[in-house]
């Protein structure tokens, strides 16, 4: 860690960061967020580390998903237990499936940062600045200006909300195994009659798994790892979080952090303080990304080469994964880095419908997701995870799945203030064709 400190990004150039125009509040209010005791323990950090490693080898699985952009009002019981009941009960089929423990890691209590492609947008008529998350601004007009306050407000949501999962963690929340408690209200809104039927059928087989091996008993769930992540997107606000513990610094506002497609430039601010934390960092992989570059900036942000440390997130759409997917796996294997690799289906099969309303196709979705397990397979790799932007809720965001949605369903219950998110349904649908293919993988043989 050579001529790096905590601070020391702020001399590079820099991308998608917010213009305040009050400096000096802005500054009192990360000295604030430096006082406020840390949100994570270096422990639980290093305990996640380890967790990774063992999916980079293939001995367990990574399970990364929550929201697109976390909300302020979303702090609250009701949205966090459905958060944490769909990742559950995703993880629950894909040890089903796998045979291997989940590594679950939320997009929560921390994800309120979002890049955009514009600094400006137009809306009903006007040019305001766009809508950076509810630590940047509000999604409201006349709230578009970014306010330092809010960074203050997002330490405190993401305390609040990690106190609640640690609530409902080491009170066991064993009720979200029981057969009772498996939402499948959709049933009666699918329109796809052998795809839900199918789907039903495998939950019950599930369900028969988890009473043969005892998941159902209360124990078990006093036992489970559940992390936190988030876009490591405002590095002012991240500096404030980081801390010295012996001879490492830890970023103690989320157990792992990722670097997005947007601000993984090599002489960039964002590689520069990433490579000087202990924190488990993941990268963003687009098809804007040349092999010879990803090795660069794997050395880069892991120079001792310690699996766990860096996972790299493929997002391409299911049209490019074979492309450019083969050339990275085979560079990174070449130079010998020691990477966890996960998929992220969700951002390269993002469309619009005719009325401009972004969604995305679930079959789209699986279609990548095939892609990415026939191109590590094929190159001899381990697929470590993958990671989505899901919700709980029975939104109405993404087409397609067991329930039929199409774009004329969207309107129904469109609620996400950036990129569409799988409902409950389309998550557990997910899970187990995820499941399916981790089975037959592990049986040596192609599963659809």
Not at 187 to 195: E, F, G, H, M, T
Not at 316 to 340: R, T
Request: glycine share 8%; proline share 5%; with cysteine.
């Amino acid at each position: 860690m050579a001529n790096w400190s905590k601070d020391s990004w702020r001399s590079l150039p820099i991308q998608q960061q917010p213009d305040y125009a009050d400096a000096e509040r802005l500054e009192r209010v990360l000295q604030q967020i430096t006082a406020l005791p840390p949100l994570v323990h270096p422990g639980e950090v290093d305990a996640l580390k380890s967790s990774l490693a063992a999916a980079g080898r293939g001995e367990a699985f990574l399970l990364q998903g929550g929201d697109c952009a976390e909300r302020f009002i979303d702090c609250a019981k009701t949205p966090i237990e459905r958060k944490l009941k769909i990742l559950l009960q995703m993880s629950l089929v894909l040890t089903w499936g796998a045979r291997l423990p989940v590594v679950r890691v939320g997009r929560i209590a921390g994800q309120y940062a979002k890049p955009r492609s514009r600094s400006t947008e137009i809306v009903e008529g006007r040019e305001v600045p766009s809508y950076r998350g509810d630590n940047v601004n509000t999604h409201h007009l006349e709230g578009r200006e970014p306010d330092p306050d809010r960074l203050l407000q997002a330490y405190h949501h993401s305390a609040a909300t990690l106190n609640y999962l640690r609530a409902l963690l080491d009170g066991g929340f064993a009720d979200l195994a029981r057969p009772e408690h498996w939402n499948l209200s959709f049933v009666q809104q699918a329109k796809a009659r052998s795809s839900y039927e199918d789907l039903v059928g495998r939950i019950h087989d599930t369900m028969e798994f988890m009473r043969a091996t005892g998941i159902e008993d209360p124990n078990v769930w006093r036992r489970v790892d559940f992390f936190t992540s988030h876009e490591g997107l405002l590095l002012a606000y991240e500096q404030a979080h980081t801390e010295q513990v012996g001879e490492r610094h830890y970023n103690l506002g989320a157990h792992m952090l990722w670097i997005g497609d947007r601000t993984r430039q090599l002489d960039g601010a964002h590689i520069e303080y990433f490579r000087g934390v202990a924190n488990p960092i993941g990268l963003k992989v687009g098809p804007t990304m040349a092999p010879d570059e990803l090795v660069e900036v794997a050395q880069r942000l892991n120079p001792e080469n310690e699996l766990g440390r860096l996972t790299l997130i493929t997002r391409f759409g299911a049209d490019k994964v074979s492309e450019h997917l083969p050339a990275l796996i085979a560079a990174v294997q070449e130079a010998g880095c020691a990477v966890v690799w996960s998929s992220d289906p969700m951002h390269g099969n993002t469309t619009s419908t005719s009325t401009g309303v972004k969604t995305r196709n679930f079959d789209r979705i699986v279609a990548e997701l095939t892609a990415v397990f026939e191109a590590h397979r094929a190159a001899g790799s381990v697929l470590g995870g993958v990671h989505f932007e899901l919700t709980g809720e029975d939104v109405t965001e993404c087409t397609g799945g067991a329930q039929g949605l199409s774009d004329a369903d969207l309107a129904r219950s469109y609620q996400t203030y950036c990129d569409p998110r799988l409902n409950y349904a389309q998550s557990l649908e997910l899970a187990f064709l995820i499941a399916g293919r981790l089975r037959g993988t592990q049986a040596g043989v192609a599963t659809p």
